[in-house]
């Protein structure tokens, strides 16, 4: 049983690159440990993070993101218990995005896998647009 959970937060004013270095490479060796895999977006003033992993694992990570004072504001998006990992080849890199792409990941319906198209043929779901962000 791996559990999965996606959250957004609110960077720290003035948060800088060396900062958000220290974040990554902090949030990788944790992971890495535990066994956690993900995918984290950056837009300049807010963070959409995705971790999964063994329960024990992505506890220890979500008590460790929570602790810190990097970000406020954290709202979970989805949170999951599942059987298979979904991204079994993510690391946990950092993606600087424009903030228009995590407007769209914030509004979009989390949660399921299926591939849900708009009327264009473009994927809807959270889930897809990180696959898309992130390939
Ligand atoms: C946006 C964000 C994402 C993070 N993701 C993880 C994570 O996936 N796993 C983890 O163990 N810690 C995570 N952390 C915690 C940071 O790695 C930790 O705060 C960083 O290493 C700084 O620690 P320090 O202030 O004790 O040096 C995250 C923190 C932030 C702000």
């Given at each position: 049983m791996l559990r999965a959970i996606a959250y957004r937060s609110v960077a720290a004013p003035s948060i800088e690159s060396t900062r958000l270095d220290h974040i990554v490479r902090g949030a990788q060796r944790f992971n890495r440990l535990a066994g956690v895999t993900g995918a984290m977006l950056f837009d300049g003033a807010r963070f959409l993070q995705y971790i999964e992993g063994p329960v024990d694992g992505v506890e220890g990570a979500i008590g460790r993101i929570k602790a810190s004072?990097?970000?406020?504001?954290l709202e979970v998006l989805e949170e999951s218990v599942i059987?298979?990992?979904?991204?079994?080849?993510?690391?946990?890199s950092c993606l600087t995005q424009p903030n228009t792409v995590l407007d769209h990941l914030f509004v979009a319906p989390w949660g399921s896998l299926d591939v849900s198209l708009d009327h264009v043929g473009n994927p809807i779901g959270g889930l897809q647009l990180l696959r898309h962000v992130m390939a």
């Amino acid at each position: 049983m791996l559990r999965a959970i996606a959250y957004r937060s609110v960077a720290a004013p003035s948060i800088e690159s060396t900062r958000l270095d220290h974040i990554v490479r902090g949030a990788q060796r944790f992971n890495r440990l535990a066994g956690v895999t993900g995918a984290m977006l950056f837009d300049g003033a807010r963070f959409l993070q995705y971790i999964e992993g063994p329960v024990d694992g992505v506890e220890g990570a979500i008590g460790r993101i929570k602790a810190s004072n990097d970000h406020t504001r954290l709202e979970v998006l989805e949170e999951s218990v599942i059987q298979t990992r979904r991204f079994p080849a993510w690391d946990m890199s950092c993606l600087t995005q424009p903030n228009t792409v995590l407007d769209h990941l914030f509004v979009a319906p989390w949660g399921s896998l299926d591939v849900s198209l708009d009327h264009v043929g473009n994927p809807i779901g959270g889930l897809q647009l990180l696959r898309h962000v992130m390939a």
